[in-house]
């Protein structure tokens, strides 16, 4: 049999990034010999060199991204009738944490051309929770969404001046920078994931807190171990088993020597997607002095039909796609008891618009190419 035409273009190619991870099978191989698989030394010389990287003074791995979150907000005790405010538009895990720690969350729109979280509403979101009088104030969380800073000069003065706690959920954006400044350094804490298919990702779970925070930085490798004190029985609060495995940790080191060139390798890639589908679709606005980590290249198509075409015909030519987020969290079935109905109306028009093309950087130009050609098909331009 010929080969077809075409090969198909997976969104994620993480066995032909495996080829190209020098130091991957001698990483992995000290563990196996030295077998400490729990906070083995491959856990620390990550935290450092994760530190170096984003420039925070503390670096604490822990199991997950959502683990990371949830153990921020743990750490400054956030519960019952506290309000934390958060963009609909995003993933479950930033709100899910919120409620497993029985807090509300505080739905805010984002804005309609970067789709980060929109600081006018979120000042309008918490004067309403301050006029009703049943929540507390007590936590911003800020998501850089698809690889993008948030505008975290406005959250930051927003905070401030509401004493509030920020908390910067990066898991898709490891590895941006905003003002030259990389992203892990631009709210109290920071947490990022080391999920696969993230920009920074290991081989199983993993996340990070990122803090200059010398209390929270022990809080946090206090409640990633189960709350323990001083000693390892002594348990001072609740906590949680949410460390980062040793093994992930030295994957991790290995993957961190080829992740700037990667960086760049998704810069290039989103360029060409720019350049190739400027005025056929809405391709990703930039936020202003920002460089972006590119886990997700979104565009917006004029209707859902259109997009619904689009999908049709990657689907034929085996193309990967995939839709973040098909629904505003305020949507979603677990959340829509939770939200006061105030109207979002930026996130529940671009959640039906909206599609990722694949951006990993294995892709070749030629697949690059071959992408845009489908989406100008779809929307009636030329090849
Ligand atoms: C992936 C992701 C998380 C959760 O990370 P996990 O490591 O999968 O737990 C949290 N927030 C956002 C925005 C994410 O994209």
């Known amino acids: 049999m010929n080969a077809p035409a075409f090969a198909p273009i997976p969104f994620l190619d993480l066995k032909a990034q495996q080829a190209r991870i020098p130091d991957l099978r001698r990483r992995i191989d000290n563990v196996l010999a030295h077998g400490q698989y729990i906070l083995g030394p491959e856990v620390a010389e990550l935290e450092t060199a994760l530190q170096n990287f984003t420039g925070a003074k503390h670096c604490v791995t822990v199991s997950s991204g959502t683990d990371a979150l949830q153990i921020a907000l743990m750490a400054e005790n956030i519960g019952p009738g506290d309000a934390v405010f958060l963009p609909a538009f995003t993933y479950t895990a930033t709100a899910e944490v919120i409620l497993v720690l029985r807090a509300t969350p505080i739905f805010v729109d984002v804005d309609p051309d970067t789709f980060q979280i929109d600081p006018e509403h979120l000042k309008c979101r918490i004067a309403q929770v301050k006029a009703a009088g049943k929540l507390m104030p007590r936590a911003i969380i800020g998501v850089d969404l698809f690889g993008q800073p948030a ?28 003002n030259n400044r990389r992203l892990g ?68 080191l290995a993957k961190l020597e080829i992740f700037e060139a990667e960086l760049a390798r998704r810069e290039q890639l989103a360029k060409l997607y720019d350049e190739g589908l ?24 004029e209707t859902e ?72 098909a779809t929307v009636g331009a030329p090849a």
């Open 151 to 178: 505008n975290w000069p406005e959250i930051t003065k927003i905070a401030e001046r509401e004493q509030i706690f920020t908390l910067d959920d990066f898991a898709q954006s490891f590895g941006a920078s905003l």
């Open 185 to 252: 350094t631009f709210a109290h804490a920071a947490a990022t994931s080391f999920f696969p298919s993230k920009p920074l990702g290991a081989y199983g779970d993993g996340g990070a807190l990122f803090t200059d925070d010398d209390e929270r930085a022990a809080l946090y490798r206090s409640l990633r171990t189960h709350g323990e004190g001083a000693t390892r029985y002594e348990v001072l609060r609740i906590g949680m088993n949410g460390r980062l495995d040793t093994l992930q940790a030295a994957i991790l």
């Open 305 to 376: 039909a259109q997009r619904h075409r689009a999908q049709y015909a990657f689907k034929s030519a085996g193309i990967g796609n995939a839709i973040y987020y098909p629904r505003p969290l305020h949507h979603q079935p677990a959340y829509t008891q939770h939200h006061d109905g105030t109207p979002l109306p930026v996130s529940e028009d671009i959640s039906s618009r909206i599609l990722a093309l694949p951006i990993h950087p294995d892709l070749t130009d030629a697949q690059a190419a071959r992408v845009i050609s489908y989406v100008r």
């Open 278 to 301: 400027k005025n056929l679709v809405q391709t990703p606005a930039r936020v202003a002095n920002s460089v972006s980590a590119w886990a997700v290249y979104a565009i917006l198509f």
